[in-house]
């Protein structure tokens, strides 16, 4: 991007630079020998256009919403569309859920986003013997077509976009979805929102895995299949690094970690016969927002530059949707304090200002309580008016990629890409994601990187405000919202009911065809479908699948 | 005591979230104890046959769930019933301050929530655990 003549006189004036500001250090040192970023790489005292000599503007930024996409995927980003701001949500029974996402969309979310309880997540129904405790705790207890068709009372399927966080038993979850969109008179094609369905990532950190490798990838395909055919608009994965990242990676993990599962998805759905186009352009990512501001906008500007060209390089997609990488964010829980509680809304002001620069699609705030419970209304309206300020008052709306050429973020965007880069090279070699997973490479690395930085944080190399230092003597917060026990005896009781009020012969006959469907190589999606219009239970199919698959087992690394 | 000090290191319920349990692992490995990790999705029974089969001298069981009312109480009860009440049990995760004194009354012997230094832990256990 630089003239040669222009570069050298550059170096000759670092050089000068070097001279002055060595002289200084030795008179007043700095207040630190290595300035570390939040991934705990040393970060130089200036960067200049030296650090990105290298960069040719077309080949490795180029226009928004084109290749490499590295400015984002749209060409004028926020000036046309803001973000959809979907606050994830979803406790206790559906009935309660369903009053918080009425409440969300009075306030201007423009997305729902589903969060399911722990039995739910793993294909457990509430009576279940290994529920006991868990119901309605992490989200809402979803048992059957019924509780679904609750928790969508009153909100028209084919107005909002539906985000849902479930994977082992996506499927299960999704038609039910389908199920309850025809209910209100809304078709198939209509539908628009996203499933996570990222099963790597839950053997590598998320922990709500069900069936091995092999049966889930082949679920996960089938969803990718049947999804191209009759929910187009439906985003049929959302590759996550954000729990990656949440387990204690690294910027450059997180990048790498994440295109190498999604590398795994593409490489098994084209296993699998279908072509790269058609299923392509509905994956979608997921991504965390950390502290440190420049590292995570160059870390997102990286992942989309490094996945068009995977894209198309690796599995010679063409349709430009196909190789640009659209994705959600939420701010990082592990980053909030239970000290000082309120501190945290500053926290999370500064991950969504790094989410919005780096060009995110859409954005979950956390509120500034969840250190310590599941987050109160008053919690969740502040994080939500966070993102609203930012969008309506910083200003950093009105332009597109604003940080585009800046010398520190630019070269910081490159070095994250190589890192990746690395990362994605070593899994190949061990024979690519799943095989990286079973012997357990991902996980230690991740665990490293995740010691590391509690060890920083305990010889106070890495100052957390309000917890290793400037403490203060707090009242015990009260206030804090509590799943009662008696939503676990509740669900129960309609299960019985439930079970007692349906065409069990009904049930029984989608069950056996469901089994024969596993067995088999046919596409389980309309089958399953069949099932949930029954009212056979999340726990009754997916007991059908575990019989059939098996259940994982998981390598335990510490 | 003449041999390093064992611990088991558990999660109960559903929860998935390891990035604890396994930093208090190493820590506590760190720090000179023999340390075993149960894994994920360990039921109260799991987790007391596992800690006497092995022998240890401390249980830590991680939990960010919200379900620590019903399964660390579950797990005092346990060792109460196998006479193994001599292990010290301690927790953490994200257990809100107000729920600590039933868990202590139950028979958890601390509580240690978001924050906490593992130095404090590996104290406590030095402290605490059986002579």
């Given at each position: 991007?630089?003239?040669?003549?222009?570069?050298?006189?550059?170096?000759?004036?670092?050089?000068?630079?070097?001279?002055?500001?060595?002289?200084?250090?030795?008179?007043?040192?700095?207040r630190r020998e290595d300035f570390i970023s939040g991934s705990g790489d040393s970060i130089k005292n200036?960067?200049?256009?030296?650090?990105?000599?290298?960069?040719?503007?077309?080949?490795?930024?180029g226009m928004p919403g084109s290749y490499p996409y590295t400015r984002g995927v749209q060409p004028n980003?926020?000036?046309?569309?803001?973000?959809?701001?979907?606050?994830?949500?979803?406790?206790?029974?559906?009935?309660?859920?369903?009053?918080?996402?009425?409440?969300?969309?009075?306030?201007?979310?423009?997305?729902?986003?589903?969060?399911?309880?722990?039995?739910?997540?793993?294909?457990?129904?509430?009576?279940?013997?290994?529920?006991?405790?868990?119901?309605?705790?992490?989200?809402?207890?979803?048992?059957?077509?019924?509780?679904?068709?609750?928790?969508?009372?009153?909100?028209?399927?084919?107005?909002?976009?539906?985000?849902?966080?479930?994977?082992?038993?996506?499927?299960?979850?999704?038609?039910?979805?389908?199920?309850?969109?025809?209910?209100?008179?809304?078709?198939?094609?209509?539908?628009?929102?996203?499933?996570?369905?990222?099963?790597?990532?839950?053997?590598?950190?998320?922990?709500?895995?069900?069936?091995?490798?092999?049966?889930?990838?082949?679920?996960?395909?089938?969803?990718?299949?049947?999804?191209?055919?009759?929910?187009?608009?439906?985003?049929?994965?959302?590759?996550?690094?954000?729990?990656?990242?949440?387990?204690?990676?690294?910027?450059?993990?997180?990048?790498?970690?994440?295109?190498?599962?999604?590398?795994?998805?593409?490489?098994?759905?084209?296993?699998?016969?279908?072509?790269?186009?058609?299923?392509?352009?509905?994956?979608?990512?997921?991504?965390?927002?950390?502290?440190?501001?420049?590292?995570?906008?160059?870390?997102?500007?990286?992942?989309?530059?490094?996945?068009?060209?995977?894209?198309?390089?690796?599995?010679?997609?063409?349709?430009?949707?196909?190789?640009?990488?659209?994705?959600?964010?939420?701010?990082?829980?592990?980053?909030?304090?239970?000290?000082?509680?309120?501190?945290?809304?500053?926290?999370?002001?500064?991950?969504?200002?790094?989410?919005?620069?780096?060009?995110?699609?859409?954005?979950?705030?956390?509120?500034?309580?969840?250190?310590?419970?599941?987050?109160?209304?008053?919690?969740?309206?502040?994080?939500?008016?966070?993102?609203?300020?930012?969008?309506?008052?910083?200003?950093?709306?009105?332009?597109?990629?604003?940080?585009?050429?800046?010398?520190?973020?630019?070269?910081?965007?490159?070095?994250?890409?190589?890192?990746?880069?690395?990362?994605?090279?070593?899994?190949?070699?061990?024979?690519?994601?799943?095989?990286?997973?079973?012997?357990?490479?991902?996980?230690?690395?991740?665990?490293?990187?995740?010691?590391?930085?509690?060890?920083?944080?305990?010889?106070?190399?890495?100052?957390?405000?309000?917890?290793?230092?400037?403490?203060?003597?707090?009242?015990?917060?009260?206030?804090?919202?509590?799943?009662?026990?008696?939503?676990?005896?509740?669900?129960?009781?309609?299960?019985?009911?439930?079970?007692?009020?349906?065409?069990?012969?009904?049930?029984?006959?989608?069950?056996?065809?469901?089994?024969?469907?596993?067995?088999?190589?046919?596409?389980?999606?309309?089958?399953?479908?069949?099932?949930?219009?029954?009212?056979?239970?999340?726990?009754?199919?997916?007991?059908?699948?575990?019989?059939?698959?098996?259940?994982?087992?998981?390598?335990?690394?510490? | 005591?003449?041999?390093?000090?064992?611990?088991?290191?558990?999660?109960?319920?559903?929860?998935?979230?390891?990035?604890?349990?396994?930093?208090?692992?190493?820590?506590?490995?760190?720090?000179?104890?023999?340390?075993?990790?149960?894994?994920?999705?360990?039921?109260?029974?799991?987790?007391?046959?596992?800690?006497?089969?092995?022998?240890?001298?401390?249980?830590?069981?991680?939990?960010?769930?919200?379900?620590?009312?019903?399964?660390?109480?579950?797990?005092?009860?346990?060792?109460?019933?196998?006479?193994?009440?001599?292990?010290?049990?301690?927790?953490?995760?994200?257990?809100?301050?107000?729920?600590?004194?039933?868990?202590?009354?139950?028979?958890?012997?601390?509580?240690?929530?978001?924050?906490?230094?593992?130095?404090?832990?590996?104290?406590?256990?030095?402290?605490?655990?059986?002579?």
């Amino acid at each position: 991007m630089f003239e040669k003549d222009k570069l050298s006189n550059i170096e000759n004036s670092l050089d000068e630079y070097e001279k002055v500001t060595s002289k200084l250090l030795e008179k007043r040192p700095e207040r630190r020998e290595d300035f570390i970023s939040g991934s705990g790489d040393s970060i130089k005292n200036l960067y200049t256009p030296l650090d990105i000599e290298k960069i040719d503007y077309s080949e490795s930024l180029g226009m928004p919403g084109s290749y490499p996409y590295t400015r984002g995927v749209q060409p004028n980003m926020y000036r046309g569309k803001l973000w959809t701001m979907r606050m994830y949500a979803g406790f206790a029974t559906a009935e309660e859920s369903n009053k918080r996402y009425k409440y969300l969309v009075e306030q201007g979310s423009s997305g729902l986003s589903v969060a399911f309880d722990l039995p739910t997540q793993i294909g457990y129904d509430s009576d279940h013997s290994l529920a006991e405790g868990e119901v309605g705790k992490v989200g809402v207890a979803i048992d059957s077509l019924k509780d679904m068709e609750v928790l969508f009372d009153g909100i028209p399927l084919d107005k909002v976009s539906t985000s849902m966080t479930i994977n082992a038993p996506a499927g299960v979850l999704l038609a039910m979805y389908i199920a309850v969109a025809e209910k209100q008179g809304v078709s198939a094609d209509k539908l628009r929102g996203t499933i996570q369905n990222d099963i790597l990532k839950e053997y590598i950190a998320r922990g709500t895995y069900i069936f091995p490798t092999e049966p889930s990838m082949r679920l996960i395909t089938d969803i990718f299949e049947y999804c191209s055919k009759e929910v187009p608009k439906w985003n049929t994965i959302s590759i996550s690094g954000y729990h990656i990242r949440e387990a204690g990676s690294t910027a450059s993990q997180e990048v790498g970690f994440t295109l190498a599962d999604g590398i795994a998805y593409v490489e098994a759905a084209i296993k699998a016969g279908l072509k790269v186009d058609d299923f392509a352009p509905r994956l979608s990512f997921f991504f965390n927002a950390h502290n440190d501001l420049f590292e995570e906008i160059a870390k997102y500007r990286a992942a989309r530059r490094l996945w068009a060209k995977i894209m198309k390089d690796r599995f010679g997609a063409k349709n430009p949707k196909s190789m640009s990488l659209k994705f959600h964010t939420q701010t990082g829980g592990s980053t909030l304090t239970a000290q000082q509680p309120d501190n945290n809304i500053v926290r999370v002001a500064i991950q969504t200002l790094a989410a919005v620069l780096g060009g995110t699609q859409s954005l979950h705030t956390n509120s500034r309580d969840e250190a310590l419970a599941l987050p109160s209304v008053d919690s969740v309206r502040i994080a939500l008016r966070t993102q609203q300020i930012v969008a309506h008052e910083s200003g950093v709306t009105n332009t597109v990629d604003p940080l585009a050429g800046s010398f520190f973020v630019e070269s910081m965007t490159d070095k994250i890409e190589a890192e990746a880069v690395k990362y994605i090279q070593k899994i190949d070699d061990l024979g690519g994601a799943p095989k990286a997973i079973d012997d357990g490479y991902i996980q230690r690395e991740i665990m490293d990187a995740a010691y590391k930085y509690q060890k920083e944080i305990e010889s106070n190399d890495r100052i957390i405000v309000g917890m290793n230092q400037f403490q203060i003597e707090e009242e015990r917060p009260t206030g804090l919202l509590k799943v009662d026990l008696s939503v676990g005896e509740n669900q129960k009781l309609k299960l019985v009911e439930l079970r007692n009020g349906r065409d069990n012969v009904a049930v029984e006959k989608t069950l056996v065809e469901l089994r024969k469907v596993c067995e088999g190589s046919e596409n389980v999606m309309p089958y399953i479908l069949d099932a949930v219009k029954t009212y056979a239970t999340l726990g009754e199919i997916t007991q059908v699948m575990r019989d059939v698959f098996g259940e994982y087992q998981q390598s335990v690394i510490i | 005591m003449d041999r390093p000090i064992r611990v088991l290191v558990s999660k109960p319920g559903l929860d998935g979230h390891d990035r604890g349990a396994k930093v208090i692992a190493r820590a506590l490995r760190d720090a000179g104890m023999e340390v075993i990790y149960t894994g994920l999705r360990q039921t109260p029974e799991q987790i007391v046959n596992a800690a006497i089969q092995e022998d240890v001298d401390v249980i830590a069981t991680s939990i960010l769930s919200g379900a620590h009312g019903t399964l660390l109480p579950k797990i005092a009860e346990l060792l109460k019933e196998q006479g193994a009440e001599d292990i010290l049990f301690i927790g953490g995760g994200v257990i809100p301050d107000e729920d600590i004194p039933e868990l202590i009354e139950s028979g958890v012997k601390a509580i240690f929530t978001p924050g906490t230094p593992t130095s404090e832990t590996v104290e406590f256990i030095v402290n605490n655990v059986r002579k």
